[in-house]
Nanobody
């Protein structure tokens, strides 16, 4: 079992910045990939950014150059620095981690809401 807890969401004006954190606990030794996903109202959940234990990153085209994903393996924590936020970044942001165990399970946090509005 892996527990993921996101923090750092809130209301921000367009052009502003926020940093999300995801703290992992439990059976985390085998986690290779951690990532941020988001789901806007009425839309499907989409990948925002992922990072491996070795530091390889992948970003959605819509956030490249604005968002930066990072990971502190010693603290079992992942971050998402979001700059130049746009209204279309409004969504619930979820932390994801895995694969874990014999079935390669990926775990999700409960999400944190980011609202970009003036």
């Amino acid at each position: 079992q892996v527990q993921l807890v996101e923090s750092g969401g809130g209301l921000v004006q367009p052009g502003g910045s926020l940093r999300l954190s995801c703290a992992a606990s439990g059976s985390i030794r085998s986690i290779n990939v951690m990532g941020w996903y988001r789901q806007a109202p009425g839309k499907q959940r989409e990948m925002v950014a992922t990072i491996t234990t070795g530091g390889s990153t992948n970003y959605a085209d819509s956030v490249k150059g604005r968002f930066t994903i990072s990971r502190d393996n010693a603290k079992n924590t992942m971050y998402l620095q979001m700059n130049s936020l746009k209204r279309e970044d409004t969504a619930v942001y979820y932390c994801n981690a895995g694969p874990v165990g014999p079935f390669g399970t990926y775990y999700w946090g409960k999400g944190t809401l980011i609202t970009v509005s003036s």
